[in-house]
């Protein structure tokens, strides 16, 4: 079981947590009412599924209730960094690794 | 006969201490400090139970958590546990076990006829033979499940209790033996918090086992328990025995599963059976050893063929004698330690049997130096005795160990020991997600570095130091490292205890060891004992084209189930990688997994059973549903009313005795359980044109509306009312299922899209309880109890709200239906609830108020065709597909859905539409779910246009009614459609609108 660090609580056990896919997929100011279906059905469904460093987002469900973005590695589940949504990715020397599927 | 295979003196046996057990039926003499196979070897008992699948003899092979044949039921009733090992389990007065696979007796067991036909029960056997008929399978399981079951589940309620805590420490230890023991007390001399676990009831790990150890100029137990006594007086130092740290999850998350009464006669109250300790440590440190690789040999099986580190544990140990003569077969110098203790102990050895040419060690020279006869270049090639040993046949090799030299001699003897070098006991590194290096030399797979995920470090055996010396020193710079690397600040913490350094001698790996004859045609090389599986069967895998590792493993069900790669693996896989003239590390190993060893479920489980395991959501009116006698049913995790049965009605008649009363005077439902959200701040109506289809900028205070949720894919998510306390503060409810969720969806938006909105959510489900009272008399019972609230239609109209007093209790009125009739949903605090509601009872009798539950809410709201969003919809549904465009707003700018809303797919008028069904016979109703189709053919498959989401008998239509979701249905009302049913019946009907009551409204307007 995962040990995060909620920016906002400190280091809580994963079933504290709803796990909440990729992060910062901001929602279009349109509301995608300017893009074609192709680039909104892109928007709404497509997603990265890497095998490596993943930025995604955790809700503290069973704690403070606010999302909060993760920097995990998928393959050892690692996690570099947690911080505030809202906030920009942490700059970390090995972030960029990426494993061959 | 008592106890005729102890040795007159020595072991750690409490011999002032008598312990009387029974196995199979006999009663049986053992000592405190006995384990059930130690007791059971004093006594000369070696047969202990069948195989799993050829139900061969099979007798105690190991001493250790490895064991796989001593797999013996204990206890009786509702105590009793299947496939206990024998090895493990500590002897105690009154204990009670018998042999599992074996019927009648495991002397004579029927289904050793199997061995007959072990030609034909390869691997792949019941895969290959069983799947033809592909219908006949469910009567072969019957007989097949009951041939192969080993143990008997208890068939009564676990009258134990268990318990399950959250720990937490600066380094763990796991293993107290040498290199543990070791570990813990360089840790602890630092400060850090020390958790210590060891899966016997004493420390001391293979020292136990061993005979003139040193540790530090003492003899090692001495070492041991001065050890002990440290290290319980130290206020950061948590020593658990009888405790295994069998499973290491992500962020060093170790399951330890604590036995804290097995062991004992009589149960004290109040302490738990076992207890699961979930530790996250900040480091861990393995100290788990080694257990020893049995030679693969030609009829390995027999009662009586033992590891030889086995022998020595029951000699030095438990003063146990495995035998009167043995025989030991070895490809290492290790084995020659068990030789020489034997011959202490006055056991004859009749010769040791070694693979090697020239073998060297400094235990076979003094094996050699005491005349103990030492066949070099030699194997066992066979064996004899059915119920136990009585010889083994052994030759000379060949230069290349392959085939064995035809001039075969005959030893007798009652025992062998084997030993084929040592496995380091790496599982919970491997589980850990640690990686592992192969040692050429040794023939063993070795830890490497752990990794960041989990800091661990392997010291001692686990790691492949075999040495005492190399353990000792491993274990305390582990120690400090450990606990530096948890943070604590480094002081001094003496020095490393010492031994003498030995020399482990030479080697020779021999896999398969020949018989006299090829490989398969007679006897059987065992790998894997509990599952009986053989070098044959691996062979024969890879023949039939299967290389993976993992393939082989589960086609021959080799180091499946307890034994996870305890003594079958390494030689599985080095016995493929030999056949595949492949070298061991290209083969890899298979996935180690927890648990380590079987763990009892009621351990898992601790006190999350019954009502701690689901708890139930009541509402302050529940008691008073109880006592109606009312049926329940669960609603997420609410107990909702689900109808209120008189005597002698079952739920048809008391849905329509409850459905009419409501129609015709006046009904009471309890609605406490739908979703309520607190919707407060300057923007509020902005956020909720935003996340609901249509708009709610110009609704007015005191008004309701209501509402469709979707997700950004358009797909309807959920509905509700929504009501305007004030300008800047609205209450919205939701479905009883969905509060959590939209909860978390609405939070999604504000928190992480819209930061600008300045909007706060409150859930208030909890602190409003709602009677909701439908019916023609519904304004009339209400007026009764109300003299503050002006109820005209004027005043008060449909989808209108008001603060007010009801039976003396502060409360919002509501006056909205999910009925289709005059309604009014009066919500007051929770506490008031049960109050609000016996008034309504009381105030109704006049009228005939009935209390009706959520089958009665279901028929009267499809009577009105209004939706419950999870059964007439399932995700891929639209509102247009809902036929709402009408709660669409076409003027608004975007919300959640709009865009997916606009996609060229959601306008094709071949979607699936929510339409009324009329059955041509209005007395037979729809199976909900039932299949819809334009054409019947003679059987499936037919092409299926929808299927029925809502079906009911309707009191008030005199007929049934169904709604359905079809393939183009807006576009087809009045069309015929068939549902073909599992009984070979069609039942006709036709596709009409959704509404089947009162279709102009007045009911609920008036």
């Known amino acids: 079981m995962l040990l995060i660090e909620c920016p906002h609580c400190g280091p809580r056990a994963e079933t504290e947590y709803a796990g909440c896919s990729e992060a910062h997929i901001a929602r279009p100011e349109s509301g995608g009412l300017d893009m074609t279906d192709a680039e909104w059905v892109e ?4 997603r990265k599924n890497t095998k490596g460093v993943y930025l995604e987002r955790w809700n503290h469900a069973a704690g403070c209730r606010r999302w909060i973005n993760c920097m995990r590695d998928t393959v050892t589940n690692e996690i570099l960094a947690t911080y505030k949504a809202g906030e920009k990715p942490p700059k970390i020397a090995d972030a960029e690794r990426e494993y061959k599927f | 006969m008592s106890q005729k295979f102890r040795l007159e003196s020595g072991g750690l046996i409490n011999r002032d201490k008598p312990v009387t057990f029974s196995f199979n ?165 630092t400060g850090a918090h020390v958790t210590l676990v060891d899966d016997q009831p004493r420390f001391g790990g293979s020292l136990m086992a061993q005979s003139g150890q040193e540790i530090d100029g003492k003899p090692a137990l001495e070492w041991v328990d001065e050890a002990e006594a440290k290290l319980h007086d130290l206020d950061n130092v948590q020593v658990l025995r009888r405790a295994t740290a069998f499973a290491y999850y992500d962020h060093n998350y170790v399951g330890i599963w604590e036995r804290l009464t097995d062991h004992l006669p009589v149960k004290p109250e109040g302490l738990p059976r076992h207890r699961v300790h979930m530790m996250r440590a900040k480091q861990v440190i393995i100290a788990s050893g080694a257990i020893e690789r049995p030679l ?11 590891l030889a580190s086995a022998c020595r544990t029951y000699v030095n140990r438990f003063g146990a004698k495995p035998g009167n003569k043995g025989v030991i077969f070895t490809n290492n110098d290790s084995a020659y330690a068990t030789v020489l203790d034997l011959i202490d102990a006055g056991i004859e050895i009749k010769a040791v049997v070694d693979v090697r040419k020239d073998p060297l060690g400094p235990l076979m020279e003094k094996a050699d130096a005491a005349g103990v006869k030492i066949l070099t270049n030699s194997a066992v090639v066979g064996t004899s005795g059915r119920l136990h040993l009585k010889s083994v046949e052994v030759a000379e090799l060949s230069d290349d160990g392959e085939t064995a030299k035809s001039d075969v001699t005959e030893i007798a003897c009652d025992f062998l020991g084997s030993s084929g070098g040592w496995n380091p006991t790496v599982h919970l590194h491997c589980q850990a997600g640690g990686k592992l290096d192969f040692d050429e030399e040794r023939g063993a797979f070795v830890p490497a570095p752990s990794n960041r995920t989990n800091p661990n470090i ?86 039939e084209g299967y290389r993976s590792i993992e393939h082989v493993k589960r086609y021959t069900t080799t180091g499946m189930a307890t034994d996870q790669g305890k003594t079958a693996n390494v030689n599985a896989l080095a016995i493929v990688a030999q056949t595949l003239n492949e070298a061991i590390p290209t083969v890899g190993t298979t996935t180690y997994r927890p648990p380590y060893v079987p763990v009892t479920f009621g351990a898992i489980a601790g006190r999350d059973i019954d009502d701690l395991l689901d708890p139930a959501r009541t509402t302050p009116m529940h008691s008073w549903h109880v006592n109606a ?20 009605e079952d739920m048809h008649a008391a849905v329509n005795r409850e459905v009419a009363a409501m129609r015709n005077s006046v009904g009471i439902l309890d609605a406490t359980t739908l979703g309520k959200i607190d919707v407060k701040g300057k923007d509020a109506a902005e956020f909720l044109n935003r996340v609901y289809t249509n708009a709610w900028t110009k609704l007015g205070i005191g008004k309701c509306r209501y509402g469709l949720m979707l997700g950004e894919d358009g797909m309807v998510m959920d509905d509700g009312v929504t009501s305007r306390i004030a300008e800047d503060h609205f209450l919205m409810t939701t479905t009883t299922g969905n509060a959590a969720p939209v909860l978390g969806h609405l939070e999604d938006y504000l928190q992480t899209e819209w930061t600008d909105l300045e909007v706060y959510l409150t859930s208030v489900t909890e602190q409003w309880a709602t009677a909701s009272i439908a ?45 289709g009739d005059l309604s009014y949903e009066i919500a007051v605090p929770a506490d008031y609830g049960l109050a609000l509601w016996q008034a309504l009872m009381t105030a109704g009798s006049k009228y005939d108020i009935t209390p009706y539950g959520t089958e009665t809410m279901h028929v009267l709201r499809a009577e009105k065709g209004f939706i419950i969003v999870g059964q007439d919809t399932d995700g891929s549904i639209t509102p247009v597909d809902l036929n709402m465009n009408w709660i669409v707003s076409k003027k608004k700018g975007d919300f959640i859905g709009k865009r997916s809303l606009d996609r060229e797919d959601m306008s094709d008028p071949n979607r699936k539409q929510l339409v009324g069904i009329l059955t041509d016979d209005p007395k037979e109703v729809l199976p909900e779910g039932a299949q819809l189709v ?73």
């Open chain 1, 43 to 46: 928007w709404v469904f497509w």
């Open chain 2, 775 to 819: 019916g023609p008399n519904a304004r009339a019972l209400l007026s009764e109890l109300t003299d503050d609230i002006d109820l005209s239609n004027e005043a008060l109209p449909f989808m209108a709200w008001t603060p007010g007093t009801v039976a003396g209790i502060p409360a919002r009125v509501f006056r909205i239906s999910f009925t």
């Open chain 2, 934 to 1006: 334009e054409v019947v053919k003679d059987k499936p498959p037919m092409d299926m246009v929808g299927w029925v989401s809502s079906s009911y008998w309707s009191p008030n239509c005199d007929r049934s009614i169904a709604m359905a979701l079809v393939h183009g249905g807006l576009k087809k009302m009045g069309q015929k459609l068939y549902s073909p049913q599992a009984d070979g019946r069609v039942i006709e009907c036709t596709i009409t609108d959704t509404v089947f009551y009162d279709k102009e409204g007045n009911r609920q307007n008036g």
């Open chain 2, 25 to 189: 039926g006999h009663e049986l003499k053992g000592y405190d400090g006995d384990t059930l196979a130690s007791a059971l070897i004093a006594n000369g008992v070696h047969l202990v139970g069948r195989s799993f699948k050829y139900h061969r003899p099979r007798g105690i092979m190991s001493a250790g958590p490895e064991e796989a044949n001593a797999l013996l039921q204990l206890g009786e009733g509702a105590y009793t546990e299947p496939n206990a090992r024998a090895t493990m389990e500590e002897l105690f007065d009154g204990l009670v076990a018998t042999t599992s696979n074996a019927f009648p007796t495991v002397k004579y067991d029927i289904g050793e006829v199997n061995s007959l036909f072990s030609k034909i029960f390869v691997s792949g056997f019941y895969y290959k033979t069983f799947m033809w008929p592909s219908k006949a399978w469910k009567f072969y399981e019957h007989f097949i499940r009951k041939a192969a079951g080993i143990g008997k589940a208890p068939e009564e309620h676990d009258p134990d209790f268990y318990d399950k805590t959250n720990a937490f420490c600066d380094v763990l230890v796991v293993g107290g033996g040498p290199a543990g023991l070791s570990a813990a007390l360089s840790a602890a001399a």
């Open chain 2, 296 to 306: 693969v040999f030609c009829d390995n099986d027999r009662p009586g063929i033992m």
């Open chain 2, 629 to 648: 006698g009312a049926e329940f049913e669960d609603v997420g995790q609410w107990k909702r009313a689900w109808y209120f049965p008189q005597p002698g």
């Open chain 2, 458 to 543: 392997s010291v001692g055996s686990c790691k492949g130091a075999f040495g005492l010396a190399d353990c000792l020193a491993q274990g305390f710079e582990a120690g400090q490292e450990a606990a530096k690397a948890a943070g604590i600040k480094f002081r001094k913490s003496g020095k490393a205890p010492t031994a003498e350094a030995v020399d482990e001698g030479n080697r020779r790996l021999l896999w398969l060891v020949p018989g006299k004859k090829p490989l398969g045609q007679s006897g059987k090389h065992f790998i894997d004992l509990q599952n009986d599986s053989t070098a044959a069967d691996l062979q024969l895998a890879l023949r």
